[in-house]
């Protein structure tokens, strides 16, 4: 199981951070991440990190976003800063245990004036 807090609504250029906990044997991943979706379009990759601490990241996104992880926590964050209204999306988070990825029910996040 996948639980993910944090979405909200900011103004342009504020910032958010979005927290992603996994439970039961999601525990195991090797990678987890986020990915976003706004209507009418694909799900678009934001940022991945795996339990070595290897990144990737959106070209989108990058140098305003940060993903971290916290393996005592199995939790990963999403530090969203100078954010803009093309930011605006459904935030899905996502844990890979082996070739199987797992999926949070997605957060909302709004950047508007």
């Known amino acids: 199981q996948l639980q993910a807090s944090g979405g909200g609504l900011v103004q342009p250029g504020g910032s958010l951070r979005l927290s992603c906990t996994a439970s039961?044997?999601?525990?195991?991943?090797?990678?987890m991440g986020w990915y976003r979706q706004t209507p009418g379009k694909q799900r678009e990759l934001v940022a991945t990190?795996?339990?070595?601490?290897?990144?990737k990241y959106g070209d989108s996104v990058k140098g305003r976003l940060t993903i971290s992880l916290d393996n005592a926590k199995n939790t990963v964050y999403l530090q969203m800063n100078s954010l803009k209204p093309e930011d605006t999306a459904v935030y899905y988070c996502?844990?890979?245990?082996?070739?199987?990825?797992?999926w949070g029910q997605g957060t909302l996040v709004t950047v508007s004036s």
């Open positions: 996502f844990s890979a245990v082996g070739p199987t990825n797992y």
């Open positions: 990190i795996t339990t070595e601490r290897s990144t």
């Open positions: 039961g044997n999601i525990f195991r991943f090797n990678t």
